[in-house]
């Protein structure tokens, strides 16, 4: 019986060994046998539906729309009569990292497909594309850039990047959480040629420093835009985490370059068309030094681990405008504080109070003073997207192709300050199978402007989301806008006498997210 065990063991040995030269079982060799994709893609498609009595006068714009309703996008709501289309983007989302660099470098690229359909065919363009016969060149670089990750603390971004007002890594962080977190896309939102380094030396330190160049304009003058940022951020505890905040902006341009005719920062037409404040300085050239000093706070937000959760931000812009007769002081405050309740079984069953304020300017700049806001939205369209509050006609939403306007798209709110408080109610009838919503919001001005009043107006909408996969959406919503005094003024509603007709809208969306 020994000598029968020990002739098994023997064979046993043998059998291993002759296994393991055929393939050794190295740690290495575990690696090379896991599923390691070099090339990644994720999709997002949205076919949007939507009748609207508000539309541009200009034909020229050809639906391609954004700003604030009455303001250089020449905007018009109607009593009896609405505009009704259809829009389609595409959304796509490329990595590569070679097997060779195991996760240490990746290229990073977004493009974007827009157009309405029917609109145009046979040409080249963007957002364009949708007409009988399409063959339309309309694709649109969003992103493209190199992202480092030599260990796990460190993160770096270098190109043309994804530029966030949050210290998370954008491309890892989902839309949800840069809605609810930092300064919620409030103060900075769009894409942005530069670097980004992304630092976290334990679980409960990040650190974020950026450096990014706006604009180059002529290579030979000194007339560039740039752009710094610092932010860093502590968690108090599993569920709190807070924040402060360094932003830094050399403006030398004086209105060159930017978006189309309109150019871009603090004298030029863009102002009027985002509905930001415009510093009316004539011809005259100008320099801007200006700073961001901020805070920012969440505790559980998304209602991921309790009943309760809460977010805010309190920021300050602080510079001086310079020009060759005259210095501009600036000196603006703007707050946010966001409640959450989750009441029944899901994190969708949820009672929210929301509530956001910025200061106003009451004389301009004659006085030398400027006491409201900045955001991106001054030096690009747009360059700052507050669309998490669940509002569609009073403040935007992000379920937008070619159009994306509101009563105000920016805090600033033309100079004048907003204080706006939204509630949100929803519910899972079916838990995350089918949602219905309600929404309302209500928003005065801090400043009237002349010849019209403070109240800016009531939006009320109700909204339902039938979810049949998982990230596939089919969503209809209807809103409508009670217009206040601040519309009497002609400085606001389009130079019009007396005040415009209510805004309504009506949308059908089909949204999904593919991996």
Not at 39 to 60: D, H, K, M
Not at 178 to 191: E, H, I, P, V
Not at 370 to 385: E, I
Not at 492 to 505: E, Q
Request: hydrophobic fraction near 40%.
């Amino acid at each position: 019986m020994q000598q029968l065990l020990v002739r098994a063991f023997i064979l046993m040995v043998a059998c291993g060994a002759t296994f393991g030269q055929a393939t050794p079982f190295w740690p290495e060799g575990r690696e090379t046998i896991r599923d390691k994709h070099e090339l990644s893609f994720i999709g997002y498609y949205l076919t949007r539906y939507e009748a609207i009595n508000v539309a541009p006068t200009n034909e020229f714009l050809k639906g391609q729309v954004v700003g604030r309703f009455y303001g250089g996008n020449t905007t018009k709501s109607y009593s009896d009569s609405y505009a009704n289309y259809v829009e389609q983007r595409f959304l796509g989302m490329l990595s590569y990292s070679p097997r060779l660099f195991d996760g240490w470098a990746r290229m990073r690229m977004s493009f974007e497909l827009d157009w309405t359909w029917g609109d145009a065919n046979y040409g080249a363009g963007g957002n364009f594309g949708g007409a009988f016969g399409a063959d339309f060149v309309n694709m649109q670089t969003q992103n493209l850039f190199m992202e480092f990750h030599p260990n796990k603390k460190w993160y770096v971004n270098l190109g043309l990047l994804r530029f966030y007002d949050n210290t998370s890594v954008p491309y890892y962080t989902g839309t949800s959480e840069l809605l609810t977190t930092g300064y919620r896309l409030s103060l900075f939102a769009s894409d942005a040629s530069g670097l980004s380094a992304h630092f976290s030396p334990n679980t409960y330190q990040h650190f974020k420093a950026g450096a990014y160049q706006l604009y180059e304009n002529n290579v030979d003058q000194n007339d560039d835009v740039f752009l710094f940022e610092l932010d860093v951020e502590q968690d108090l505890s599993i569920k709190s985490t807070l924040g402060l905040t360094v932003y830094h902006l050399r403006d030398y341009a004086s209105g060159e370059g930017g978006v189309s005719i309109l150019g871009q920062g603090l004298n030029s037409g863009l102002a009027n068309y985002n509905g930001v404040f415009n510093f009316n300085l004539g011809s005259e050239p100008y320099d801007a030094r200006l700073w961001w000093f901020g805070a920012h706070f969440d505790s559980d937000p998304l209602l991921a681990q309790g009943r309760f959760g809460m977010s805010g931000f309190a920021y300050t812009t602080r510079g001086v405008v310079s020009t060759a007769t005259r210095d501009i002081d600036v000196a603006g405050y703007a707050a946010n504080v966001r409640l959450a309740y989750k009441y029944g079984k899901t994190d969708r069953d949820r009672f929210v109070l929301d509530g956001i304020f910025s200061t106003g300017d009451t004389k301009n700049v004659d006085d030398g003073k400027y006491t409201g806001v900045l955001t991106g939205n001054n030096w690009t369209s747009p360059g700052a997207v507050f669309f998490g509050t669940g509002l569609y006609l009073l403040l935007p939403h992000g379920d937008v192709v070619n159009r994306y306007y509101a009563s105000t798209i920016d805090i600033q709110n033309m100079g004048y300050g907003l204080a706006a408080g939204i509630a949100q109610l929803s519910y899972d009838i079916i838990p995350y199978k089918l949602r219905a919503e309600a929404n309302l919001g209500y928003a005065v001005s801090p400043v009237a402007p002349v010849g019209g009043g403070n109240n800016m107006g009531f939006e009320k909408n109700v909204g339902v989301v039938f979810s049949p996969k998982v990230f596939f959406d089919i969503e209809m919503h209807a809103a409508h806008l009670s217009l206040g005094d601040f519309y009497d003024s002609t400085d606001t509603n389009g130079n019009i006498t007396g005040r415009p007709a209510d805004p309504w809208t009506f949308i059908l969306l089909l949204k999904w997210i593919m991996f």
